[in-house]
């Protein structure tokens, strides 16, 4: 009973944030919803006892990838009143695209729903029972090769976002870190001795 | 009289957590109150100053009441928002920060039988909540409409997402070394004496894990975020009365939770440095509390405040390399030591109960 009282709360606050995040008309606030969004998923995932997915979801999404979000918002300063100047001209094409994947979501659940009692919900596991250990096992021994064609499709996707972003401009200047190790105190201080000043 | 102990194990569990949770956020504000009195003194004798000396309680200790009389001094000082801040995130973002200071303390077992929450996947949750607080200095930095501010929040992010990383790879090492998630199973898996901690075969692990905390919490050395010498105080700067008070708390409460932390993982917890040796192992000394907890913590909560009196400032691209270009290579290749050691049996591998 507790459990379902929660899980409506987060839901709702889950829908009410995410049509926050279409709907706001500072972007920041948009980033700010998307991070509540993210948060109140990770519960919904802690009460059907996913609790490695909603820490990670929280890890990953709202404590590295939407702090660069937010970073980048807050550097460029839209003006989302001018963007959506001339919006309602893609409204048609927006309903369509709207209507397909809600088609599709329902055709999901219908289909996967077949023989099964939705309503019943995940079965809830025994007191000793590690989600990590478990996920770990799976991700190690059956899913190894997948696991690790997904690493390197990172690594490469990595390498090509830096090539891509990295460009060489000429007259920029920048420090020499080796000389600057390098440097001696006697490169920068020069100690002079001298005789001593006397009263005339 | 009620006896006191099986009144206390009557109650259910979620009781006696709330109760946890209670005594251990007061225990910590009035423990940052004394911490930056500490600091004080400290970076006082080692200037020789004297250090904030005029406030007493009841004619005793002075400079004692010195935080608490700070205390009221922000708590009646007008909270000013400057016209064009954006009002709502300007008040939520001192909270923002706070948060997850005090929620990261759930999962830290403070001696063998007190912990409020006994996660599996604690260093996770650990590692989630510490990235959280660079939110509270983004917005704060950014609701406040100011070019300092900003400058302030856009370093602070840059360098908490950098020395995250590190943090995350140090703390890879100290899950292998212990095949657990769980803190309570870290500490247990240290058991043995100062020697059997993980500092001692994790060593460069620690160091990089302590500089990424120093980092992560903003402190100096590298306290760019408010650098004053050139962004007056960085994304603080528009703060007053207790919303700068509630920054400064977030920031104290960050520095104990990153000593303790790195108690829990490299020094063995609550456990005794003699635990297990000849002769002492069976004394006192040798036995397992909370009191060898509070030691180790306030030991390296001290290094806090020697960095501070000590170093001078880093330059921001210094702090970027020393995070991108030095903690996270030394890092990756610990690991791989760590793999050959665990390949050969060598150090924490070798212990019985792992086989």
Redesign the interface.
């Known amino acids: 009973m507790l459990i379902e009282g929660l899980y409506f709360l987060f839901a709702a606050i889950l829908v009410l944030a995410a049509l926050g995040v279409i709907l706001a008309r500072n972007p920041v606030y948009s980033a700010l919803l998307l991070v509540l969004c993210f948060f109140t998923s990770a519960a919904i995932w802690l009460l059907l006892e996913a609790e490695f997915l909603a820490v990670v979801l929280v890890l990953v999404y709202v404590g590295a990838v939407m702090v660069l979000f937010l970073f980048v918002v807050m550097m460029l300063d839209i003006n989302l009143a001018e963007l959506r100047h001339g919006f309602t001209r893609f409204a048609a094409l927006g309903v369509v695209t709207a209507l397909a994947v809600i088609v599709e979501i329902a055709g999901v659940v219908w289909v996967r729903g077949f023989g099964l009692d939705l309503a019943a919900g995940a079965a809830s596991q025994p007191a000793g029972y590690s989600n990590t250990l478990e996920l770990g096992t799976l991700l190690y021994t059956r899913y190894a090769y997948p696991f690790e064609l997904a690493a390197m499709l990172l690594l490469v996707a990595i390498v090509a976002a830096i090539t891509l972003t990295m460009r060489r401009r000429p007259g920029l200047k920048q420090q020499d870190v080796s000389a600057q190790v390098a440097t001696r105190a006697a490169d920068r201080v020069r100690l002079v001795r001298m005789d001593a000043d006397t009263k005339q | 009289m009620i006896n006191l102990a099986t009144l206390w194990s009557s109650l259910p569990d979620y009781a006696r957590a709330t109760v946890w949770i209670l005594v251990i956020t007061v225990v910590l504000i009035v423990l940052v109150a004394l911490l930056t009195l500490w600091e004080r003194k400290v970076i006082g004798w080692m200037q020789l100053r004297r250090g904030p000396n005029r406030v007493r309680i009841f004619g005793l200790l002075p400079g004692i009441g010195q935080p608490f009389a700070d205390v009221f001094k922000l708590l009646f000082k007008e909270v000013v928002v400057p016209a064009n801040a954006?009002k709502l995130?300007f008040r939520l973002a001192p909270m923002i920060a706070l948060i997850p200071a005090f929620a990261a303390w759930a999962v830290i077992p403070l001696s063998p039988e007190v912990v409020v929450s006994k996660?599996?996947?604690g260093l996770?949750?650990l590692?989630?909540l510490t990235?959280?607080g660079?939110?509270g200095i983004?917005?704060a930095g950014?609701a406040a409409n100011s070019k300092y501010a900003?400058l302030g929040?856009?370093r602070s992010?840059?360098q908490?997402?950098a020395y995250?990383i590190a943090m995350g790879f140090a703390l890879v090492g100290v899950l292998m070394a212990s095949g657990s998630?769980n803190l309570g199973t870290i500490v247990n898996t240290q058991q043995g004496g100062v020697l059997a901690w993980n500092w001692f075969w994790l060593f460069p692990l620690l160091v990089v894990y302590f500089i990424s905390g120093v980092a992560e919490t903003n402190r100096a050395p590298f306290d760019v975020a408010e650098g004053e010498s050139e962004i007056v105080a960085g994304f603080h700067v528009e703060y007053s009365g207790i919303g700068f008070a509630l920054f400064f708390l977030a920031e104290y409460a960050n520095m104990i939770l990153i000593a303790t932390l790195t108690a829990v993982f490299f020094f063995g917890g609550w456990r005794a440095p003699f635990e297990g040796w000849p002769g002492l192992g069976g004394t006192l000394l040798g036995a397992p509390s909370f009191l060898w907890l509070f030691a180790k913590v306030f030991a390296l909560v001290f290094l806090f405040l020697w960095f501070r009196a000590t170093f001078p400032r880093y330059r921001y691209?210094q702090i970027m390399?020393l995070g991108w270009k030095t903690l996270i290579p030394v890092t990756l290749v610990w690991i791989g030591v760590e793999m050959l050691m665990a390949n050969w049996h060598i150090g924490p591998w070798a212990r019985a109960w792992f086989h």
């Open positions: 954006n995130l996660a599996d996947a996770l949750y590692l989630s990235s959280l660079v939110y983004i917005i950014w900003f929040a856009m992010a840059a908490m997402v995250e998630m691209d390399r």
